[in-house]
Every structure is written in structure tokens, then in C-alpha cells.
């Protein structure tokens, strides 16, 4: 099996029962050979597997093309475990409605608010992190989301910030929107990712109920009904405000010029990237922009695969970037158990054999 040699520092990826072939101890690598405009910019690596791949799989029951066309993509590849697609039906081998084997993973989605502006305190805080001076630096460091109450009006005065000043509380309040909206749309699953009034956008963990079922599992996260909310170059201009407002520093009429001029010149056209962090995986998936003419396709259903492990996924941390906002009409979590296979061999050829085994 071919492979990028990106795959080398990423074992994991390396599919089961695969190994990298070496000689004289070093993993062969070819070179990547550049071709402008078609290069990935990694070379090749081989993978090489000792186990025998079946030849011939056997199954006692069929399944309609009218019954397979109306499973999921994951009750798809499960039914094959139990039947064979066929067209047309075929004498003497009964033709069955698979059983579902895929359950929904109950889960919350929480957004990690701890960097989002919207106290005073948190105003202070930010303006301490971009201190030159090393003391404020290791206040902030120390304290993260508060400060004692008796040195609250210290930091205020030394960081010149007013708690009540108006452009503060209108940042604050957008924030405090941004909390609450997002709150209520994902009490029950992920249905909105967001970002803040300075424009930085949000994070979100996905804490699984029961976590110890699904040790031993293959976790894939299916997501339909993805719709997009695009930067405006007025969105651009506010979180340049908003980032003036909460850092204390002034924004000249030359910056406000540049970010427009940056704004028009590479406008918002709704491509994105979502990827998913576990404790044992990582991967994601990328719209790309309206302006890619053929490569363009508007994604509205992804099937992305968590990998399987055996050890306990308490949760998992979801990040997006590009676009102001994603929607989502549904978002599942859904376990798939591994199918146990037996093998056996003809007495009277080495033909390789696989039944399924429940």
C-alpha cells in the first residue's frame, strides 16, 4: 500500500495489520518529484501487510437495493455483516430487513467560555496578558477568569480600564449574547458553532453519557443540515473595535482603511474547516470556498470516523474556523461495534472463508 510520507509521524493512521517496510532498518521513502501547481509536497512510503486477506465472503441472506438504499451510510456498512445487496432476488437464499446494530450516543455540547470578554474582570485580565510589563503578565497567568475582590479596582485604575464606560458594556453584552444563544441552542446537541464580538471564534466539548459503553468502539460523527453565516466587512471593521475596546489600545483611521481594504479584497465566500479532537484521534473536514469553480461542492450531510479505541473517551473538543457561523440541524454521535469474524479454509483448495459471528 502506498502512503504520504506525512504518515510517518502519525502512526496511528496506519491502517490495522500494517507495517512500514524498511531496508537495512530505515523506512524506504521516495522522494516527492515537484510538478508545479500538482505537487503535495510529500514523498511516498510503502505499507506492507502480513496478515491474508479473504478472498471469498459467504452469507446466508440477501438484502434488497429498495432496503439498502433507505440505511444510513453506517447502517450500510453494518448490514453487510449481515447480508449480501443484490438487484434481484435469488432462489433459495432469504432475503432480510437488517436489524439495527447503530445507536445514538447521548451527549452535551458546552462551549468553553473562559476566553470570551464578558465581565470587567475579564476585560482587565485581557489587558494584563498583553502587558509589557512581566508582573501584570504573571497576574494573569495566575488568575485566568478572576481576581480577588479587593484588588479588582487596583488592576482597573492600573490598566486604565472603566468598568462602565459604554463602548465596554456594549462589547460585554454581545458577549453575554453570544453565552446565552448558544446555551439555548445547544441544549440538546451541537446546533450552532459561534464566535465572539472580537471575532475569534469559539470551541466546543462534546461530554459523552456513559462513556464506559463505548470502550471497545468506533465512534463516528454524523452531521447533517450544515448551513453557513458569512463576514460581513462590517463584521470585519466591529471586531477590530471590539479588539481596541478590551485590549485598551486606540485604532487609527489608517486601520480602520486596511482591514476594509483587506475585507474587500478577500471576502468571506463560506469556506470553512471542522475538525475534532479526542483522546486518541484527530481529524476534520473542509468546505471550500464558492470561488474554487469545479472543486466547489456545498456540503450538507458528513460522516466523519473517530477511529476505534479501547480506552475510556470521556469527551471530545470540537473547533471550526473561516466562516462568522455554522448551523447544524443535527449533529449524532453514533457507536459502532466491531464484528468478530471466523475464518475457515476448503478442505480442497486454500480458499480463504470469513462468516460473521455475533
Not at 19 to 41: A, T
Not at 117 to 131: D, G, I, Q
Request: proline share 5%; glycine share 4%.
Amino acid at each position: 500500500m502506498f502512503a504520504k510520507t506525512d504518515i510517518v509521524k502519525n502512526p496511528k493512521a496506519v491502517p490495522y495489520g500494517y507495517h512500514f517496510v524498511r531496508k537495512n532498518g530505515r523506512i524506504v521513502d521516495f522522494p516527492e518529484q515537484p510538478v508545479s501547481g500538482l505537487s503535495n509536497h510529500s514523498g511516498t512510503v510503502l505499507l506492507e501487510s502480513n496478515l491474508a486477506l479473504p478472498l471469498v465472503y459467504m452469507q446466508n441472506n440477501t438484502i434488497s437495493s429498495a432496503t439498502y438504499n433507505q440505511l444510513t451510510s453506517i447502517q450500510r456498512e453494518q448490514s453487510l455483516v449481515q447480508g449480501t445487496q443484490v438487484d434481484q432476488p435469488v432462489t433459495g437464499i432469504q432475503s432480510i430487513k437488517p436489524r439495527a446494530t447503530v445507536k445514538q450516543v447521548g451527549y452535551a455540547a458546552n462551549v468553553f467560555d473562559q476566553h470570551i470578554v464578558e465581565t470587567p474582570v475579564k476585560a482587565v485580565l485581557s489587558r494584563l496578558r498583553l502587558s509589557p510589563n512581566s508582573r501584570y503578565r504573571q497576574t494573569a497567568a495566575k488568575y485566568k477568569t478572576t481576581l480577588p475582590r479587593n484588588k479588582v479596582a487596583i488592576w482597573e485604575k492600573a490598566t486604565g480600564l472603566n468598568p462602565n464606560g459604554q463602548p465596554l458594556q456594549n462589547v460585554l453584552n454581545k458577549n453575554k449574547q453570544v453565552i446565552a444563544r448558544n446555551e439555548n441552542l445547544n441544549r440538546n446537541g451541537l446546533h450552532v458553532m459561534d464566535n465572539d464580538a472580537q471575532g475569534r471564534h469559539l470551541s466546543y466539548q462534546l461530554k459523552l453519557k456513559n462513556p464506559e459503553k463505548y470502550r471497545n468502539t468506533e465512534l463516528y460523527l454524523v452531521i447533517d443540515g450544515i448551513s453557513e453565516t458569512r463576514h460581513t466587512m462590517m463584521d470585519r471593521l466591529n471586531s477590530l473595535r471590539a479588539d481596541s475596546i478590551i485590549d485598551g489600545t486606540p485604532v487609527s483611521k489608517l486601520q480602520k482603511i486596511d482591514r476594509l481594504r483587506t475585507a474587500s479584497q478577500h471576502p468571506d465566500l463560506g469556506g470553512f474547516t471542522v475538525s475534532i479532537q479526542s483522546p486518541t484521534n484527530f481529524t476534520f473536514f473542509r468546505q471550500l470556498p464558492m470561488n474554487n469553480l469545479s472543486d466547489y461542492e456545498d456540503r450538507q450531510h458528513v460522516v466523519l470516523n473517530l477511529g476505534y479505541s479501547d480506552q475510556l473517551r470521556k469527551s471530545m473538543t470540537i473547533h471550526f474556523n473561516g466562516v462568522k457561523q455554522l448551523r447544524f440541524k443535527k449533529v449524532r454521535i453514533m457507536p459502532c461495534r466491531l464484528i468478530k469474524l471466523t475464518t475457515s479454509k476448503f478442505t480442497d483448495s486454500n480458499e480463504l472463508v470469513c462468516k460473521t459471528k455475533r
